[in-house]
T-cell receptor
Framework: GAGVSQSPSNKVTEKGKDVELRCDPISGHTALYWYRQSLGQGLEFLIYFQGNSAPDKSGLPSDRFSAERTGGSVSTLTIQRTQQEDSAVYLC???????????FGEGSRLTVL | GQNIDQPTEMTATEGAIVQINCTYQTSGFNGLFWYQQHAGEAPTFLSYNVLDGLEEKGRFSSFLSRSKGYSYLLLKELQMKDSASYLCAVRDDSGGYQKVTFGIGTKLQVIP
C-alpha cells in the first residue's frame, strides 16, 4: 500500500478481554515501531523490530503486552486482560532503515470500559 | 536510557517567528527528528539532523548541537495552520538497536 495501514481504527472492549491490533507497514520498510499515546500525552515507545533481528521490547509496560512481526512485514500488537489504563491510541510506524524518517499510520484508538 | 525535554506549551502570533527548544541526554545518540502532529492525527515528518548545524526547509529550520545535547525548531512567517504539537525525537543506537524515542511534545498555539 501507499502508506502504513492500521486496523481496527477504533476498538471498544471490556476490561479483562484480549485485543489484537494490526499494522501493515510500507512495502520494503525493514524497521517497524509501536508507540502508545494517551490523551494529551507524548508518544510512549513500546517495541521496535528491525529486519530479522530480535526485537527491542524494552518499552512494553507489562507482560500483558506482546508483539510479533511475521515474515518481516505485518505486525500484531496483543494486549491480554485489558485494563482501563490501556485506553490510548496505538500508533505504528515504519522506516526504510538507518536514519530514515518514520512514517506513521493513523493509529488504533483503544477504549477499555 | 533517554531523557528528552521540551516546553509543553507555547503561544505565538500569526506572521511571527517561534523557536521550540529540545534538550536530550542519551548514551548512543545518532540523530534527532522533529515531527508535527495536529490534534487527532498521526505525526508527520519535518526534519532530521545528524550533524551539527542548521538545516533549512522552507519556513521550517532545525538546528542541532551534539556537544550540548540541544536542538531547536524554528518556524517563520507563522500561519494559523501551524497550530499543532511539535515532537522532538532522538535516535539511540546503543545496544545494537536504532530506537527512536519521542519527547512529550510542545503544543503551539498560533493566535491572530
Amino acid at each position: 500500500g501507499a502508506g502504513v495501514s492500521q486496523s481496527p481504527s477504533n476498538k471498544v472492549t471490556e476490561k479483562g478481554k484480549d485485543v489484537e491490533l494490526r499494522c501493515d507497514p510500507i512495502s520494503g520498510h525493514t524497521a517497524l515501531y509501536w508507540y502508545r499515546q494517551s490523551l494529551g500525552q507524548g508518544l510512549e515507545f513500546l517495541i521496535y523490530f528491525q529486519g530479522n533481528s530480535a526485537p527491542d521490547k524494552s518499552g512494553l509496560p507489562s507482560d500483558r503486552f506482546s508483539a510479533e512481526r511475521t515474515g518481516g512485514s505485518v505486525s500484531t500488537l496483543t494486549i491480554q486482560r485489558t485494563q482501563q489504563e490501556d485506553s490510548a491510541v496505538y500508533l505504528c510506524a515504519s522506516s526504510q532503515g538507518l536514519g530514515a524518517e518514520l512514517f506513521f499510520g493513523e493509529g488504533s484508538r483503544l477504549t477499555v470500559l | 536510557g533517554q531523557n528528552i525535554d521540551q516546553p509543553t506549551e507555547m503561544t505565538a502570533t500569526e506572521g511571527a517567528i517561534v523557536q521550540i527548544n529540545c534538550t536530550y541526554q542519551t548514551s548512543g545518540f545518532n540523530g534527532l527528528f522533529w515531527y508535527q502532529q495536529h490534534a487527532g492525527e498521526a505525526p508527520t515528518f519535518l526534519s532530521y539532523n545528524v550533524l551539527d548545524g542548521l538545516e533549512e526547509k522552507g519556513r521550517f529550520s532545525s538546528f542541532l548541537s551534539r556537544s550540548k545535547g540541544y536542538s531547536y525548531l524554528l518556524l517563520k512567517e507563522l500561519q494559523m495552520k501551524d497550530s499543532a504539537s511539535y515532537l522532538c525525537a532522538v535516535r539511540d543506537d546503543s545496544g545494537g538497536y536504532q530506537k527512536v524515542t519521542f519527547g512529550i511534545g510542545t503544543k503551539l498555539q498560533v493566535i491572530p
